[in-house]
Structures are given as structure tokens and as C-alpha cells.
């Protein structure tokens, strides 16, 4: 047989093959960037326009071999086999239609490094489509290498044609200052090259914001402005330098002159509300959320943000009505609830306050939350039977939901002054849970209230049996022996032990500190409780503070520290007390 008449034969059975091995190519088909979905693999029904589409050059006997290998590889589903077949082929022959085919495997195989020889390769034989530069963009985009992607980019407005460049920003926000500079020096050059390039100053505008760079960002905008007609994207965006250069007020007055331009722009008017709260602007901010609610009725989180509104503005009886009507609706249903359970609590309607927090349900954010007031306000009524029984249908033989309301419950009724009804409640659980260190420790809480430091030293020192790295039950045990008793040494060691678990916890340095001075260690005890303070500003540690500023001959230091204390917290009564120890005129 001659040769042309073997070409000519393979040919058709390539042709064929390829019809039959889509079959097995579909089934196994990924995801696949937009830059090949006009290559998409063809189907039997498309034969025909796959016939015409793709036309195949001359190739040696070998070659045609090798294709046909390929397609019955894909056939069989190895599609990773007749990916790399036609990647070899497409490097050998540089045939248009084979570069083509290899593309469609490499992108179902996600088989980068090939899209990338591919695409250079695809470039090389068609120098003027735009296509290969878009493709290759994309694949350096997504492999981090940018100033490949924007020099691919550049040469698609070369070849005449259009590219967002904004595509560029997503990618960009965790890079290093360093390498976000060196961006910064390409797009810049490719800005004076492209100056009608709407999208590629835009992305210059971000990537000087992203930054940090925002004097050289709003020049941008001004630029920009002055050359392109506005978009409320670049109304958002110029807000957004604008506050972040600490100009709130010109933020919003750009969002609201962007407004009566575009004032059907949902974006641009949630972006004024939020920006509005931010600074502190809520009667404003309510009327941009009442116009996104007249714009669509069914807005259901800007009249949820408008109930938030009312809230802190004490508009009880403007948001009733709202947060009744999201919870008819089934939107925002638990958290409506909790809020109009804390509005009726505002306005000591206890009764209607416990039946909305009831209602929050199980699992949600604010359960916990709801369950606790619903108690303390049922406690507060007199109805401690009615209130336990509600938890422990809540709790519904679950242990710990159980155990968690016993210690809210016990709390609550120390709070209320029935601390019979609490010691009763705490020692019921613990006959059934005997060494649950949470019931132990809400029962040293209990004696705590009754100064009674034996019981609380028995609980303590059962936690600490049972859990000797529980840091909570060591400094409280440490703190207490510390500040009530002379066994100072004892009280430090318990101490020391509890830092060693949580060097950071603030009360624990206190605590620490505390014992210190009470060994006369004051330059120790000073150095941890400044430490202390500077993270946790507690009237406690305040009051510490400045009684061993005072022991050290400190005394304006010491008096400094307890009146910024006292400005910040009028009614503490531990500074009040060392202030009459040490200063009683």
C-alpha cells in the first residue's frame, strides 16, 4: 500500500477515533477556565461542525499513529495518557488543530504547566490572536507569576483588543508590599503607554490603596475622573481612600453626590449607611437603609439593620414593628427574637421579655444568652419553680446542656439573694455528676458570696485533684490564699503553677503580682501588674497598682492611677476602699 493511501486511511480513522473518544473524555470533564470554553471538547451531535472546525494538517505515519493512540487513550478514560500524547504532538508538529486538541486535555486534566507551553506554542504559530495572550494571562494569574500575566496582557491591547485589568486585584491583596511595588512599576509604564485604558488605571488606583499608598491613590481617582465618566465603583472606591485617610465626612460626601447620579445604586447607598454608623451618623444612616427598604420591600437585612438602628438609638417602639415582621416572614427569626426580648427587658416588661428570649431556639448565636435573662427575670419575678423547670425541659436529659444550666441557674439566684435555693440546687447536681469541675467551681462561688474560704478551699483543691492543670482553679485557690490568709508562700506556688499554663491570662499575672507584694517582692509585684494593666484596665488591677505605687513612696502615681480608675468606673467599690485606706482626708 502506498504511503498517501495510508495517509489518507489513518486520517479518516483519526478523524473517526476522535468522535468515539470524546465519549470517554466527557464523563471525566472538570471545571475549565474561560479564556478555552470556545474549545470546549465536541460531542457526537456536534460532528459535523468538529469536522469543520478542526482541520488537520500533513503529518508522517508515525504522528497520525500516535494520535489515534491518544484518542483510544481518552476513549478508555486516561485522559491524563492522551493529554501528554497530544502535548509531544503539539510540540512536533506546531499543527494549530493538534495545539487545540492537547488544550482541551490540559485543561480537563488542570494540567497547568501544559496550558502554559501550550499557550506560548499557540502564540508562536498565531501571532496575531489576541486568544493565546488571554489564555496564558489567566494561567500566570493563577500561578502567582504577575508580570508574565500583565506582559501577556499588555500585548492583547497591542493587538487591539480589550482587557480588564481590574482581574489583576483580586489576586493581589496578600502579596508583600515589596512585590505589590514592583506591580506597581510595570502597570504605572503600561498607564503611559495605554493612557484610554480605562481598566488599567483603576487597577493602578487599587493597587496604590492596597498599599497604603493613598495620596498617590486619590491623584489616581482625580485623574481618572477627569478623563472617564464616573461608575459607582470608582464613587466606592474613592470613598474608600478618602476614609482611609481619615477623612470620613469627604467619604460621605463623595458616596452621596456618586448617589444623585446613580440613585438606584444599591451598593453605593449601603455603602453610605455602613460608612454612616462607622461614624457614628444613625439617624442618617437609618434614612439610607429606609430608602434601600422603599427601593425593595423585601430587603429583609436592611430592615433587620434599621431594627439594630432603633435599638441604639432607643427607638423601642419604631423597631417592634420591624423585627415582629421579619419574624412573620422567617427571616432573622432567633435573633429578632432576642432583640425584642431585650427591648421589653429596657422597658420592664419582664413577663413579654422571657417570652421572646424562650423563643430563641437551640444552636443558635444568642441561645445561651436568651436562656440566662429569660432565667434572671423569671428569678427576679419570683418564679424560681417556673424558671428551673424551663431549663431542665431544655436541657432534656442532655449531661453537659445540664450541667451549664445549673451553673447559670445557681448564679442567677446568688445574684437574686436566694443563696439557700442555690447551695440546694448545686448540691442536688452534684449527687448526681459528684466530679464535674464545673458544678465544684460554681459551688466555690457560692461559698465565696458566704465568705465561707473553707468550703471554697475544699471545692478548689478537689478541681485541682481531679484537673491539677486547670489554671482558672489554681490562681482562684492562689488569690484567695493571698489576699485572706498569711500563707503567702503556698499561695505563690499555687500561682506559679497557673502562669506556667497561661502566661498571657491577665487576672493570673495580677493574681501573681498580688502575692508578691504580700512577700514584700514590690519591684516583681510592680513590673507584673503594670504588665497586667497595659492589656486588662480592671478597677481590681488599678486598685493593686496603685496600692503598691503607694507602698513604694509613689503616692501621686498612686493617686493618678485610682482616679483614672474611678473616672472610668464611678461605682467600684474596691477603689473607693483603698483610696480610704491610704488617703482618707
Request: glycine share 4%.
Amino acid at each position: 500500500m502506498k504511503l498517501s493511501s495510508v495517509h489518507k486511511k489513518l486520517k479518516l480513522i483519526f478523524q473517526a477515533s476522535i468522535f468515539i473518544g470524546i465519549l470517554g473524555c466527557t464523563s471525566n470533564t472538570i471545571d475549565k477556565p474561560a479564556v478555552i470554553s470556545e474549545m470546549e471538547m465536541s460531542t457526537p451531535e456536534s460532528a459535523t461542525e468538529s469536522e469543520k472546525d478542526i482541520v488537520y494538517g500533513s503529518f508522517t505515519e508515525e504522528q497520525l499513529y500516535q494520535t489515534i493512540i491518544s484518542e483510544l487513550s481518552a476513549q478508555r478514560g486516561d485522559l491524563n495518557e492522551a493529554g501528554d500524547n497530544y502535548l509531544d504532538l503539539a510540540i512536533e508538529t506546531k499543527d494549530l488543530s493538534i495545539i487545540q486538541r492537547a488544550i482541551q486535555f490540559a485543561s480537563v486534566n488542570n494540567d497547568v504547566n501544559a496550558l502554559m507551553q501550550l499557550g506560548l506554542l499557540w502564540s508562536e504559530v498565531e501571532p496575531n490572536n489576541t486568544r493565546p495572550h488571554l489564555m496564558l494571562s489567566f494561567q500566570f494569574l493563577e500561578s502567582g507569576n504577575y508580570s508574565q500575566a500583565l506582559s501577556h496582557m499588555a500585548r492583547i491591547l497591542d493587538l487591539g483588543d480589550d482587557f480588564d485589568f481590574t482581574a489583576l486585584i483580586a489576586r493581589t491583596a496578600t502579596l508583600e508590599n515589596s512585590e505589590r511595588e514592583r506591580l506597581i512599576t510595570i502597570v504605572q509604564s503600561l498607564v503611559d503607554e495605554f493612557h484610554q485604558q480605562e481598566s488599567l488605571r483603576l487597577t493602578l488606583i487599587q493597587l496604590f490603596a492596597q498599599n497604603q499608598r493613598m495620596e498617590d491613590a486619590l491623584s489616581e481617582v482625580k485623574i481618572f475622573l477627569k478623563e472617564f465618566n464616573p461608575s459607582p465603583r470608582v464613587i466606592l472606591l474613592h470613598a474608600q481612600i478618602l476614609q482611609s485617610m481619615g477623612e470620613p465626612n469627604q467619604a460621605i460626601q463623595t458616596l452621596k453626590s456618586g448617589l444623585r447620579e446613580f440613585d438606584q445604586d444599591r451598593s453605593l447607598r449601603l455603602s453610605l449607611a455602613r460608612l454612616m454608623i462607622q461614624n457614628e451618623k444613625l439617624e442618617d444612616a437609618y434614612d439610607q437603609f429606609q430608602a434601600l427598604v422603599e427601593q425593595d420591600p423585601e430587603d429583609w437585612e436592611s430592615l433587620y439593620s434599621m431594627s439594630l438602628l432603633d435599638l441604639e438609638l432607643e427607638e423601642y417602639d419604631r423597631a417592634i414593628p420591624i423585627l415582629e415582621n421579619l419574624i412573620s416572614v422567617d427571616e432573622r427569626y432567633d435573633e429578632s427574637q432576642y432583640y425584642l426580648g431585650l427591648i421589653y427587658e429596657q422597658t420592664e416588661k419582664y413577663e413579654e421579655s422571657i417570652e421572646h428570649y424562650r423563643k430563641v431556639r437551640t444552636g443558635t448565636t444568642n441561645y445561651l444568652a436568651a436562656q440566662q435573662q429569660a432565667t434572671r427575670h423569671s428569678i427576679g419575678l419570683g418564679d424560681l419553680e417556673e424558671a428551673h423547670s424551663w431549663l431542665t425541659r431544655q436541657s432534656n436529659g442532655q449531661a453537659r446542656l445540664e450541667i451549664l444550666f445549673t451553673t447559670i441557674e445557681s448564679n442567677l439566684l446568688i445574684q437574686a439573694g436566694y443563696d439557700q435555693e442555690s447551695k440546694s440546687l448545686l448540691d442536688s447536681a452534684l449527687n448526681r455528676f459528684p466530679n464535674e469541675a464545673e458544678l465544684l467551681f460554681a459551688r466555690v462561688l457560692w461559698s465565696d458570696s458566704q465568705q465561707d474560704r473553707e468550703g471554697s478551699e475544699r471545692d478548689l483543691r478537689q478541681i485541682i485533684r481531679m484537673q491539677p492543670e486547670d489554671a482558672r482553679a489554681l490562681n482562684h485557690l492562689g488569690y484567695m490564699l493571698a489576699d485572706q490568709t498569711n500563707r503567702f508562700e503556698e499561695a505563690l506556688s499555687l500561682i506559679e503553677r497557673a502562669i506556667a499554663i497561661s502566661p498571657d491570662d491577665p487576672a493570673i499575672i495580677d493574681s501573681l503580682a498580688w502575692a508578691q507584694y504580700k512577700l514584700g517582692r514590690y519591684e516583681e509585684a510592680l513590673a507584673n501588674l503594670r504588665r497586667a494593666f497595659s492589656v486588662f484596665p480592671d478597677h481590681e488591677v488599678a486598685s493593686h497598682l496603685g496600692e503598691v505605687l503607694w507602698q513604694m513612696g509613689e503616692y501621686e502615681k498612686a493617686t493618678e492611677v485610682w482616679e483614672e480608675a474611678l473616672k472610668a468606673r464611678p461605682e467600684s467599690q474596691l477603689i473607693k476602699a483603698v483610696i480610704e485606706r491610704f488617703k482618707p482626708e
